[in-house]
């Protein structure tokens, strides 16, 4: 009982629950329809309807409807209210696959709420299937396939239906797939009719009926236990033999048999209607002896109804041995360095090809025969017999040998040594095409055995290693068949071959490919100029170049400047840029063209020349030449104006030393002849002659004076004991003249050392005749080396000579060693005045010296003779040149006669230029 | 007027129905009376060698020995022997045919049950759609002769070999024998539908009524209860 009650207490609960769910899951209206479908382009229209409790519940009626599709509201356009509780939306051409349709309440006027959605699917109905079309592969069950025609955008169900006129099969469904494997195993030799059912929501279409026997579809397995034996009678022939697919043998077959020599890639056909008939072995003929072939078969029925089955897996097989179809190419070398009575020869010759070897070579037979001798036999297994030969002619015959046969013997004439070879090839060519280097000649005029082509590579880094091959006589055009090498650089030789020996051979050189260099040439400067340089640079080696060398191309260009590009022929290896800027840097880089391309060489820099090649010695020599010929004119013109010049610069100062005293009267005729000094002194100018009495004054010693005095005193006391009154004169030593003045004389009267001697002053300065004979007393070369250091003095003694003429012969005696240069141009007038007064005391001083010191006495003879001569020329009225000249010829010979130097240099003291006497 | 029109649509919804029903008929059929004669030439070819089915058996079931296999070799009640097969007219011979595949193919599914695995037995299964096979080619033949096939009596067992009475539950050694038996009798019935059948191709049945091979038995055939002999098909003449 409590059980009963247990039971229906949960009843009602769940009675309750699903009454509550219910009214909660209930929804205020639907959609109609509900699962809509349409067609793509179409109209559509759905209904909305509101349940009346709804409309009570929110006060709402159908107006209220809100439609939206994808959440967006519906234009009211295309909403139109039925009645109070239907409201209907119109769609036309839609083109969404998928479209989600709402309905929607404004509850309260303003709440929106959902009553209910259906999704809108848009497609297509399906095409009709078109070609169908069923395989059935031996073993498997039948496959068909259709073309389905426009995308539906719907699910489409394809249902492919067969059937016996009996039964019926089960149907094969697939979706959106074209093809279909049904689930039974056709049955052959029965006719099935089989069509293919379209479907999906917007409609159904069935496919035509094709009836078929499912044998006239069938595929079979490929044949098996293909196998492939040759005959060793026949070596141009193997027999096939196979197993046709299953069926029991029920069909029957024919087959397809293709075949190719193993490296071939293109399959020989075998004629169908060789094997049209069902058979289960085939032979082929026309083979190639001593060749692997490989086979494949296939089969079909034999009606032709069906598919081909798949080939077959390949078979091999290789066909018997056969003698060799050809001789071997045949070559021979002689060794260069042979002795005269024997010769070493070596005979090449080159493996068959397997397809004129037509089996394995077991050796190679070489017969040599000298001319009218026995031959001799060598049985060779490689490819190549050195044999010493005599100088004679010899007959070479050389077979290949197989297990079936000897090949047909090719012969070779080796000639004798002093074969003369003769007819080369003419015309030959090598060029590229197809991968291959090919080589064409025209053939000589004499008759030609054969041909022999070698052919090298050309390096720098190995040597040529020819390889080589025989053509026919008929042949002048072939390639060579070996393995080149692209960019490299090919020596082809191309040798007739006659009956009496070879030709002469002719040689080309050729590229299989060219390409750009490996490298591009070094350029340098081989001379550089002003504006222009000289380029050159060094053929790039063979390795490098990886093509026959066109040109050339040199580019250059300054820091700034635009860069220049000159094409140069290859044959060139230097090249002058010219119209260059001078002392400018340039760079240059240098490119090298095959037909391939260029590479650039390494760039190099060079400045130019400041100035051109010459241009310096065109410069410099004129100017040294000018300066040259300046200074020889110079010479020139001092030499022919020395005496000018040495009177202004470097006057003849009569040497003490050689001076003699002359005869203070007048009426004491000259000692000396002065006819060679007139001759010197022709023009009458005569040395200023100053008698300078240099006192050496203890009272008023002046420091230098008494410096120099000191030291000359030394040096007197050094010398030979020879003592002199200008010696001994502190004054005399001075650098500066001694000035005759009062002091001065009372240093002269104080010093009894004191040498004068006498300078004839003559006024014969630039021809002037002086006035008055001045008779002075000198007793150093200074007064002259002042005049010397002070032109100015001499000249302004030439003005002061135009006004006052013996002024300035004066003021030599005038100068003072105490104070010579103060008051330099008053000091001159004053000098001049005491020099006047201070000259006659000196006579009267040096007469009385005369008689004192008889040391002095020849001296002052001297002095006095030239005294004499001045006044006795003055007396006479010579010109003063000729009197000058005179004295000064009489000093140059005392110069002469003891070989001292004319002048006294005033810092030059000679050793005894100051020797006093 | 009014009364011709009635009588035309009449008639060409007689027609009309004549055609439906022979097109409804012949479909799935080849129309190729040829095509359908060698196709069961060929399928008579292939079901009467007895490597398509009695061999394997035979390995299947060890029935290897020679002694065994010569017992299955014997000539089975329930198909007719090739002479009664001969003698039939072509209407009669494939409604025998018919008939006659009908039972082989229950008995192959008879036989089928034997086998735990059918895949240990293809040849079975393949056997068994072949003889549905040939009775659809027959069905076809039949009807493109326009003879529809009658169910046909069962064929008269040969009297020198009475059959054993089914009711017996044999032995299982005994049901291999009995179902080597059956095969081998497969096997040698399709054989000999397969050379009646080609007779017809050569030609050959023309004459056929008039052999004395035919006339000699004929007695033997009129003592059949066949409906056929009660109304004879009309002959067709089969294309070659």
């Known amino acids: 009982m409590s059980a009963l009650r247990t039971w229906l207490v949960q009843a009602v609960l769940i009675f309750l629950t699903t009454e509550s769910i219910g009214e909660i899951l209930e929804p205020c209206g639907f959609i109609y329809p509900e699962f809509p479908v349409i067609q793509r382009g179409s109209n559509f229209t759905a209904i909305c309807v509101l349940k009346e409790k709804c409309l009570r519940q929110y006060d709402v009626n159908a107006s209220y409807i809100v439609w939206k599709t994808n959440h967006v509201a519906v234009p009211k356009e295309q909403v139109t209210v039925i009645n109070r509780t239907t409201s209907s939306v119109t769609f036309t051409d839609i083109i969404l696959q998928a479209v989600q349709l709402t309905c929607n309440i404004l509850s309260f006027g303003q709440i929106e709420q959902n009553v209910y959605g259906v999704t809108i699917l848009s497609g297509f109905p399906p095409d009709i299937p078109t070609n169908l079309s069923c395989i059935v592969p031996e073993g498997k069950n039948m496959q068909c396939r259709w073309d389905p025609g426009r995308e539906t955008y719907l699910e489409t169900t394809y249902t492919l239906k067969s059937q016996w006129a009996t039964e019926k099969f089960p149907d094969c469904q697939t979706k959106y797939n074209t093809s279909c494997m049904v689930s039974y195993t056709p049955v052959y030799f029965v006719n099935i009719e089989v069509s293919v059912e379209a479907e999906n929501a917007l409609g159904k279409v069935s496919s035509e009926l094709i009836n078929f026997d499912p044998v006239d579809k069938v595929k079979p397995n490929p044949p098996h236990n293909l196998s492939v034996s040759n005959s060793e009678e026949l070596s141009s022939i193997l027999k096939l033999t196979w197993i046709n697919s299953g069926f029991g043998g029920i069909l029957r077959l024919k087959s397809d048999i293709q075949y190719r020599t193993k490296d071939a890639s293109t399959w020989i056909q075998v004629p169908l209607e060789d094997t049209v008939s069902p058979r289960t072995s085939f032979t082929i003929q026309d083979l190639k002896p001593f060749t692997e072939y490989v086979f494949r078969i296939r089969s079909i029925k034999e009606d032709g109804r069906g598919y081909w089955s798949d080939w077959s897996e390949e078979a091999h097989g290789i066909t018997y041995e056969d003698r060799p179809s050809k001789p071997p190419s045949f070559w021979y070398k002689i060794n260069s ?581 | 007027m009014q009364a011709q029109l009635p009588q035309r649509t009449l008639l060409s919804f007689a027609l009309s129905v004549l055609f439906l029903s022979m097109a409804r008929a012949t479909r799935g059929c080849s129309n190729s009376s040829q095509q359908l004669l060698s196709q069961l030439q060929s399928q008579a070819n292939i079901t009467g060698d007895t490597r398509s089915l009695l061999e394997p058996y035979v390995r299947l079931q060890n029935l290897n020995p020679s002694t065994l296999r010569e017992g299955c070799h014997r000539q089975p009640a329930a198909f007719p022997s090739e002479d009664a097969l001969r003698a039939l007219s072509k209407p009669h011979f494939l409604s025998t045919v018919y008939v006659t595949l009908g039972r082989v193919r229950h008995q192959l599914g008879t036989l089928r049950q034997q086998f735990v695995k059918t895949q240990d037995f293809p040849e079975l299964e393949r056997a068994r759609q072949n003889t549905q096979g040939i009775r659809n080619n027959v069905y076809c033949l039949a009807r493109l002769l326009h003879h529809p096939l009658e169910t046909p009596e069962p064929t008269q067992a040969e009297p020198t070999r009475p059959s054993r009475p089914t009711t017996t539950t044999p032995s299982i050694f005994q049901a291999k024998i009995d179902s080597c038996r059956f095969l081998w009798g497969y096997h040698r019935f399709m054989g000999s539908v397969g050379r009646v059948l080609r007779e017809w191709g050569d030609g050959s049945s023309r004459s056929r009524r008039h052999s004395p091979l035919r006339a000699r038995r004929k007695g033997a055939r009129r003592n059949r209860p066949s409906a056929s002999s009660r109304s004879p098909a009309p002959r067709v003449q089969v294309p070659r």
């Not at chain 1, 050729?510 to 081989?526: I, M, N």
């Not at chain 1, 200023?688 to 005095?709: F, G, H, R, T, W």
């Open chain 1, 337 to 917: 360095s042979h002795t005269q009575e024997s010769r070493s020869a070596r005979l090449i010759w080159k493996a068959l090809p397997p397809s004129e070897a037509n089996g394995k070579i077991l050796d190679y037979e070489v017969i040599l025969t000298q001319w009218k001798s026995l031959s001799q036999n060598y049985s060779v297994r490689g490819t190549e017999l050195i044999v010493n030969l005599t100088n004679s002619r010899y007959i070479a015959s050389l077979t290949a040998r197989t297990k079936v046969g000897k090949s047909d013997a090719t012969v070779l004439t080796i000639p004798s040594s002093y074969f003369k070879a003769s007819y080369p090839v003419v015309d030959l060519k090598a060029f590229p095409k197809d991968n291959k280097l090919w080589v064409e000649w025209t053939p000589p005029p004499k008759s030609v055995s054969k041909y022999i082509v070698e052919w090298c590579v050309l390096s720098d880094e190995a040597p040529c290693t020819p390889d080589w091959q025989q053509e026919d006589n008929t042949v002048n055009k072939t390639y060579l068949r070996g393995s080149l090498l692209e960019s490299k650089c090919y020596l082809i030789t191309v040798t007739p071959v006659f009956t009496n020996g070879p030709g002469i051979p002719g040689s080309i050189k050729a590229y299989l490919k060219q390409a750009a260099p490996s490298k591009g040439p070094t350029v340098r400067t081989k001379k550089v100029g002003k504006n222009e340089a000289v380029l050159e640079w060094d053929q790039l080696p063979v390795d490098a170049q990886n093509g026959f060398i066109r040109n050339y191309s040199i580019s250059y260009k300054t820091i700034a400047g635009n860069e220049i590009v000159v094409n140069v022929d290859s044959s060139h290896t230097e090249y002058t840029l010219s119209s260059l800027s001078s002392d400018t840097l340039y760079m240059v880089r240098m490119a090298a063209y095959t037909d391939e391309g260029g590479k650039d060489g390494p760039e190099f820099t060079f400045t130019t020349s400041k100035f051109a090649q010459g241009e310096i010695e065109a410069i410099v020599v004129p100017v040294c030449l000018a300066f040259l010929l300046t200074t020889l004119l110079g010479v020139l013109f001092c030499f022919n104006k020395r005496d000018l010049i040495k009177k202004h610069i470097w006057p003849n100062v009569p040497d003490p030393s050689k001076s003699h005293i002359a005869q203070w009267s007048p009426h004491t005729p000259p000692r000396h002849n002065f006819n060679s000094k007139d001759q010197m002194y022709s023009d009458g100018n005569f040395t200023d002659v100053s008698v300078v009495e240099i006192e050496a004054n203890n009272k008023k010693p002046c420091p230098d004076d008494l410096k120099s005095l000191d030291l000359f005193k030394k040096e007197k006391l050094s010398t030979e004991g020879h003592s002199s009154g200008i010696g001994g004169s502190s004054c005399m030593s001075s650098s500066r003249p001694s000035i005759s003045s009062s002091e001065e004389n009372e240093c002269a009267q104080s010093t009894a050392s004191t040498v004068q001697y006498s300078t004839v002053v003559h006024s014969g300065y630039r021809h002037q005749v002086p006035s008055v004979q001045v008779f002075s007393r000198s007793e150093s070369t200074q007064p002259l080396l002042d005049s010397e250091e002070r032109p100015e003095d001499l000249q302004l003694l030439d003005s002061v000579d135009s006004s006052e003429e013996i002024l300035p012969r004066q003021q030599y005696f005038k100068q003072n060693c105490s104070q010579p240069e103060a008051s330099p141009d008053s000091s001159h007038f004053e000098r001049s005045n005491q020099a006047l007064s201070g000259s006659e005391e000196g006579l009267i001083r040096l007469k009385q010296q005369q008689g004192s010191d008889p040391i002095l006495q020849p001296c002052g003879s001297e002095q006095r003779s030239l005294f004499q001569e001045s006044s006795a020329a003055h007396a006479l009225g010579m010109g003063t040149d000729g009197q000058v000249e005179r004295f000064e010829s009489a000093g140059m010979e005392t110069a002469n006669d003891e070989e001292i130097p004319k002048s006294y240099l005033p810092q030059t003291v000679r050793q005894g230029g100051y020797v006093p006497q």
